[in-house]
C-alpha cells in the first residue's frame, strides 16, 4: 500500500488552493449553495468555500 501511494504526484501549495473546497474557509461566512452570478461576485479566496453548479468559465 505505501508504494501505491508514494507514486503519486504531490501537488503543490498552489494546485492545492485550487481544489474546490481545499482552502480556508474558516473566516467565510455566506451562504454555501450559491447560483452562478453569486459564485462570480465572491472574491476568488472564498470561491472555492462553496457549492455552485457548473458554472462555465469566465
Given at each position: 500500500?505505501?508504494?501505491?501511494?508514494?507514486?503519486?504526484?504531490?501537488?503543490?501549495?498552489?494546485?492545492?488552493?485550487?481544489?474546490?473546497?481545499g482552502g480556508?474557509?474558516?473566516?467565510?461566512?455566506?451562504p454555501?449553495?450559491?447560483?452562478?452570478?453569486?459564485?462570480?461576485?465572491?472574491p476568488?479566496?472564498?470561491q472555492?468555500?462553496?457549492?455552485?453548479?457548473?458554472?462555465?468559465?469566465?
Amino acid at each position: 500500500m505505501k508504494k501505491k501511494f508514494s507514486t503519486l504526484k504531490q501537488l503543490t501549495k498552489t494546485e492545492q488552493g485550487n481544489i474546490k473546497g481545499g482552502g480556508w474557509c474558516g473566516d467565510y461566512d455566506g451562504p454555501i449553495v450559491v447560483t452562478c452570478a453569486e459564485y462570480y461576485a465572491l472574491p476568488p479566496q472564498y470561491q472555492m468555500c462553496v457549492d455552485s453548479p457548473d458554472c462555465p468559465p469566465r
